[in-house]
């Protein structure tokens, strides 16, 4: 046995290591389980410690010596899900952990992330590492000494905890599955340059037209009616990597995530806003720029604030102002100098983020002089700018870069993107991994932009030359993004990676147990924008190819009562399994009522026939499931995909 090592400055975990807090586990629940599935449920923590984890182990017979092993940052209990962002599978669902041969290990990280003072490989890999290391000994007692196979996974945030552990981990996991992954710089540009573009879009209402623009059977040019000003911005998010058919949202789009992280920005770099609005080189002094337009800053008293998170407070003045992403500047009282980030507000309700100083709500009292101020999210909208990396491979940011590589705007003197990425990841991310990685990127991803994964891939490219082949594969997904689809717009127009997911689990398995590589992905990027065949057996990677036409083409115009023939071609790359279902919506509604009737087979050509009464544009859509095993009744491992056409009814 060994004491944890240091790599690079970094806590480095081995096989045989010994961390020196996390080393005494204890069993505080075991028992036989019935619900949702037969299982053996095995909980505990380290002694001393806030660390907790939960183990699901299979029945005997379908045990087939290994674990997953879900992770994601802000996790605060052991147990299955939910996280506090909707991944589906990612929760751990637990009739498909079983069905593939493996038991089930989550931790809650140690109950320490983003802890002050604490060290963050703790929160990272530490305690999951630790759990990992145990669960085998736990399986050992349960099954007989075998082999245990153990396969990492986490999407978003936890993408960073489960590329950290490959990185600084060896012989804890065999394998890893990021998804939706970020890049070392990604916050908070991600964000920001979101706030840029709806800001400037929805000047002039211009973002219903960009939606349509770039839809099926649209004009193919966003730019038509933009000014220059309106250009620029859809310009410039663009080749940050937003995906131009994430403007589906649009209606209701907001900064997103950004909340999360907008707290850190003022602490981190508390010169920034003032310099925004009086150096040159800033959009606050540029005199094209009409973002001075929309800053306000309304007075007023405070009403009350909760006691406890989710932090609320209640002010005396009601505004029209929309105060989301604002701050609520602290003007008397205990707390008079701080500025709290608000992440939704209007009246006289403005719910805080939930990483606000507790120290400055605790102090902050009814009556309280307060100013609501949107002068640092104005301000933020292009902090991206002035964040530039220090190596040109995160080509998002090649655009803010004359011919000779020097920035265009001044720099700041803090990057923000890597002390966040550190808190989620342990450490910078090298690509120096230890273990097979399959990466996943959802290719309408407008949160963790697709080409980051690529970025991933190249950085471990980078890291281990000849190695690299047999220890790295990529999926992209199309018409997904970086959540479940949750609202019926959404349903209508992506799907749920969740069933991709699953078979990246089992193919990573099979990888490491068998030596079988996945079929990887094909793609190229262009101008930031990750694109893929329209050829299923060009495009490789796991997922079916849909092919809808409305009347011959992608969009057709018919008159009311007049029937509208659609044709589907379905195609499943070489080696992913056969369709399985298909499930019409021939109003884009996102329900899908109608369902085809086929046998499963590699390639399905669909017809159907419909008639829309009214006039109208409606989008109609196919959604279709590939599986494996061609097994139409099992829901595990079903890859989704969709494709949509446009009618036009006048």
Not at 329 to 356: E, K, N, Q, R, Y
Not at 494 to 516: M, P
Not at 617 to 631: I, N
Not at 641 to 648: D, F, G, K, S, T
């Amino acid at each position: 046995m060994t004491e944890l090592a240091m790599m690079d400055g970094n806590v480095r975990v081995t096989a045989d290591s010994v961390d020196p807090i996390y080393h005494d586990p204890i069993i505080e629940i075991d028992e036989e389980r019935a619900e949702p599935v037969p299982h053996r449920y095995i909980h505990g923590g380290f002694r001393g410690t806030d660390a907790r984890f939960s183990f699901y182990f299979p029945p005997a017979a379908q045990y087939q010596g290994r674990f997953f092993h879900n992770t994601y940052p802000m996790a605060i209990s052991s147990d299955i899900g939910p996280f506090p962002i909707q991944f589906e599978v990612a929760v751990g669902d637990l009739g498909f952990t079983l069905d593939s041969g493996a038991a089930y290990v989550q931790t809650n990280n140690g109950g320490l992330f983003g802890a002050a003072g604490s060290d963050p490989a703790i929160a990272a890999y530490r305690v999951n590492a630790a759990a990992a290391k145990f669960a085998r000994v736990v399986a050992g007692r349960i099954f007989g000494e075998h082999r245990t196979y153990g396969y990492l996974f986490g999407g978003s945030g936890g993408a960073y905890q489960t590329m950290g552990a490959a990185e600084f981990t060896d012989g804890v996991w065999d394998g890893f599955v990021p998804f939706v992954p970020g890049c070392n710089h990604a916050i908070p540009s991600m964000f920001t340059v979101r706030m840029h573009a709806l800001r400037v879009l929805r000047q002039r209402d211009r973002l219903p037209g960009v939606a349509d623009a770039v839809a099926v059977g649209g004009s193919g040019d966003p730019y038509a009616d933009l000014n220059e000003e309106e250009a620029a911005a859809l310009r410039e998010v663009s080749l940050m990597g937003f995906p131009l058919r994430g403007w589906y949202r649009q209606a209701d789009m907001d900064s997103g995530y950004f909340a999360n992280v907008s707290g850190m920005i003022p602490l981190m770099d508390p010169t920034y806003v003032d310099d925004f609005w009086s150096q040159p080189g800033y959009l606050g002094t540029d005199p094209a720029s009409r973002i001075g337009e929309g800053r306000f800053a309304v007075e007023t008293t405070v009403v009350s604030v909760s006691a406890m998170p989710p932090w609320r407070v209640e002010v005396a003045d009601a505004s029209a102002h929309k105060y989301d992403d604002a701050h609520l500047a602290v003007v008397s009282g205990a707390s008079a100098g701080a500025s709290l980030p608000i992440a939704h507000g209007g009246g006289t309700t403005l719910d805080l983020v939930a990483t606000v100083d507790p120290a400055a709500m605790a102090g902050l009292k009814p009556g309280d002089k307060v100013r609501i101020d949107n002068s640092w999210a104005l301000a933020l909208e292009t902090y991206h700018r002035h964040q530039l990396p220090p190596t040109p491979d995160y080509y998002g940011w090649s655009q803010f870069r004359d011919a000779a590589g020097a920035p265009l705007y001044p720099q700041r003197d803090v990057l923000i993107g890597p002390p966040a990425v550190t808190n989620s990841a342990g450490a910078m991310l090298t690509g120096k991994v230890n273990g097979k990685v399959l990466l996943l990127s959802a290719l309408m991803d407008i949160d963790a932009f697709p080409w980051q994964a690529d970025w991933y891939r190249g950085r471990i490219r980078a890291a281990l030359g000849d190695s690299f082949d047999d220890m790295c594969a990529i999926w992209f997904v199309d018409h997904a993004h970086h959540e479940n689809p949750l609202t019926p717009l959404q349903r209508a127009h992506v799907a749920s990676f969740g069933g991709a997911l699953q078979q990246a689990l089992r193919d990573l398995a099979c990888w490491v147990e068998e030596g079988v590589k996945p079929s990887e992905t094909a793609y190229r990027v262009v101008d930031t924008q990750v694109i893929v065949p329209d050829d299923a057996a060009a495009r490789g990677g796991v997922q079916p190819v849909v092919h809808l036409t409305a009347n011959g083409g992608e969009r057709a115009e018919v008159s009311p009562g007049e029937a509208v023939a659609f044709t589907a071609t379905i195609t499943v790359p070489a080696g992913a399994g056969k369709v399985v279902s298909a499930e019409w919506d021939f109003v884009g509604a996102g329900d899908y009522p109608v369902r085809a009737e086929f046998a499963p087979a590699e390639t399905v050509t669909l017809t159907a026939r419909h008639a829309y009464d009214t006039a109208g544009t409606r989008f109609p859509v196919l959604r279709v499931a590939s599986q494996r095993e061609g097994d139409a009744a099992t829901p595990y491992g079903r890859v989704l995909n969709l494709a949509q056409a446009r009618v036009v009814v006048a």
